[in-house]
């Protein structure tokens, strides 16, 4: 109960930021659009609708990152979150009462992407909300990178963390923009190594249909969710401990 009302105030926190919550959904809608429009003009099949969706909707994501990280680190070094110490809550609650209300927002960040794409020529079928249900693991990746990011900077560097560098990776490792196997060599290992291109892959396997081709991408997604989830909590916990919040 005393997560699940921590994380009402942080559904509201969120709710009042409409701004940078209409940017972070909105954001993909663009490059999505965008993107098909530059794959009408072109005689080669470089953006095809069905291979692009999954990869912008996982690109979002990283806007939820920064969004999570922002909201973390300004509580850190507020008066509340120092009258939130001396209550019961652990450091896992902190860390759950942030992931909570923010999960129904990728989703949403997600379905609105897959909305836009029906327009643009995506076929309605049962693998679109399985791709949905299968870009949930990464939607944790993103939230749990923004946390742990928000329990190690301030607000400033979590911006420079998150909206620069993070995303950056998301977009050129994830192949959503193009095929890593056109470059190849020490660039595709390292896009092997992150889990930005395997989310995008099972994503993109889901969608159609073969299903068989998920797991081995999103058991990369799921242990790196898994782990970085766990060090948020850590270093979330030490940062309780210590005096520098």
Not at 32 to 57: K, M, Y
Request: proline share 4%.
């Amino acid at each position: 109960m005393k997560t699940l009302a921590f994380a009402s105030r942080n559904r509201k926190e969120i709710l009042r930021d409409r701004l940078n919550l209409a940017f972070g959904i909105g954001f993909p809608v663009v490059l999505l659009l965008l993107l098909s429009a530059i794959q009408s003009s072109i005689p080669v099949e470089l953006f095809t609708i069905d291979r692009l969706t999954p990869g912008i909707a996982v690109f979002g994501l990283s806007f939820i990152s920064l969004f999570s990280g922002m909201l973390i680190a300004k509580d850190r070094t507020s008066s509340f979150m120092m009258r939130l110490f001396t209550s019961p809550l652990k450091s896992s609650d902190f860390i759950f009462g942030y992931t909570i209300p923010l999960l129904p927002m990728a989703v949403l960040q997600i379905a609105v992407s897959f909305a836009v794409a029906f327009l643009l020529g995506l076929t309605v079928n049962i693998n679109v909300l399985i791709t949905i249900i299968v870009l949930i693991p990464a939607a944790f990746l993103f939230i749990a990178i923004g946390l742990l990011c928000g329990s190690l900077f301030n607000d400033k560097q979590v911006g420079g963390v998150c909206g620069a560098l993070l995303t950056n990776l998301s977009a050129w490792l994830s192949g959503t923009w193009f095929d890593l196997d056109l470059v190849g060599g020490a660039f595709r290992k390292i896009a092997d190594a992150l889990p930005f291109v395997h989310a995008v892959r099972s994503g993109r396997a889901a969608l159609s249909g073969d299903y068989s081709s998920v797991f081995p991408d999103l058991w990369w997604v799921i242990g790196y969710a898994v782990v970085i989830m766990i060090i948020a909590i850590l270093v979330f916990t030490k940062k309780m401990n210590s005096d520098d919040l």
